[in-house]
């Protein structure tokens, strides 16, 4: 009897441990790596991003700070939508910022999002030296360090009837091309092209049942008013 006793504590000990290997696996696989996936900040290689973020940044490498993940942007937006006025914009929520690897200082692209009602000022082209556009409907401006898009957006449920009365915004910021004299027309499009494509990942998010800016980005250029 005390031979097949030690015999089932050895098997008992045996199965603990691995059940606590299991444990430590699944624990490994959700949690600190959760943070880091759980984003709209992943730019995968070759992709248009990639592409449009090397010729802006003028870097091969780029390092990537994600301030919220998507869960935060979500909810911050959801949020802000159900609390709007109809006199200025949200405070914006940061979406995603990227800067040329191991260089420091101000030099990079950056972008927020949030809500402004389709009558505000708000709205309405400000930049004294920007350059009006449309994109697949989406509409906005932009000079040679930033990007203003307004885009429509009918949210899903309860939300639906105050998203129509308000356009989503995003805003990019390219300081890394403040003091530069060589920002062009293409330049400006470029700019324009990826603040539409970190815009997509923000209404993919939100579930925008009109898709707005479900085609691939074509930026054309619109004569000043």
Known sequence: MLTSGRKVLKAFARSTTALLSVVMLASCALGEPEAKIEHLCTVSAASEEEALLREILRADAFETDIPNRTSRVVEALERDLRAIGSGTKTLSTSLC???PAAQAGVERARFEVGWVPRTSKDA??????????????AFGESNYFLTKLFVPCDMP?????PSKSVWLYARGSYTVNIGRTDIDQAAKDRQTALTYLMARRVTDALGC???????PPVVKPLPAS
Do not use: H
């Open 157 to 161: 449920g309860d939300l639906d009837e």
């Open 209 to 215: 049942e009109n898709k707005p800016l479900e085609k």
């Open 97 to 99: 910022a990227y800067k």
């Open 124 to 137: 309405e082209p400000s930049m004294s030296d920007g350059g009006r556009f449309d994109v697949n409907g």
